[in-house]
């Protein structure tokens, strides 16, 4: 069974971590598309850590029979990944997106140079 204390700490925590997120949405810090995967975090592990039965049955479901809140553990470490994942998806699509802004850049400079040099008068 999982013991009253680590159900109580990571209660606290993931709570915690919730009222973080609303704050940087809330402030404008965080995106609220970008925030959806860490709110899901910061839900499944308050209610994980609520429903201790719940945690004992997924525990046993996993093979985890010697101390089943490291599911907890285990949970928030995929859902990490999950968030990992997609800001690197995010950062990846920014990234092209960032060259084809500095070759259109490029090419728009060129042109500009380009009709600057035709209009200058030919005496010069």
């Not at 209610?47 to 101390?67: D, F, K, P, Q």
Request: hydrophobic fraction near 55%; charged fraction near 15%; aromatic fraction near 8%.
């Amino acid at each position: 069974m999982t013991p009253l204390r680590v159900s109580i700490v990571s209660a606290i925590a993931s709570i915690l971590l919730l009222l973080v997120i609303f704050e940087l949405i809330r402030s404008r810090r965080l995106r609220e598309r970008y925030a959806i995967l860490w709110l899901l975090t910061g839900l499944v592990i308050l209610a994980l850590s609520l429903w201790r039965g719940g945690l004992n049955t997924i525990a046993g479901w996993v093979g985890i029979e010697t101390y089943p809140p490291a599911v907890l553990f285990a949970v928030g470490s995929l859902f990490i990944l999950a968030v990992l994942l997609h800001y690197s998806t995010v950062i990846s699509k920014l990234s092209d997106q960032n060259t084809i802004l500095a070759q259109r850049l490029a090419i728009l400079e060129s042109e500009l140079r380009e009709e600057r040099a035709t209009a200058q008068p030919q005496g010069r």
